[in-house]
């Protein structure tokens, strides 16, 4: 079973602002390099972008802030 109330799974803008990257980042990042984006660490519903924790690992090459 999926947890979407998992803090791992956020939305793209959220997980900029985590990350400390503007708004947009990984919209255009997924644009430009969607090869570094691993299997099943972004989806689109709709309009909004989802993605994981581990997927900003993989393209930033930075742990999760939170967990500092």
């Known amino acids: ?34 090869d570094k984006w691993p299997d099943g660490s972004w989806r689109k519903f709709g309009k909004q972008l989802v993605v994981t924790t581990e997927g900003m690992k993989a393209v930033t090459g930075e742990k999760d802030p939170r967990k500092k």
């Open 1 to 34: 079973m999926i947890n979407l109330n998992d803090p791992n799974i956020m939305s793209a803008k959220d997980a900029a602002q985590i990350w400390g990257k503007n708004d947009t980042y990984v919209r255009t990042s997924l644009r430009q390099n969607p």
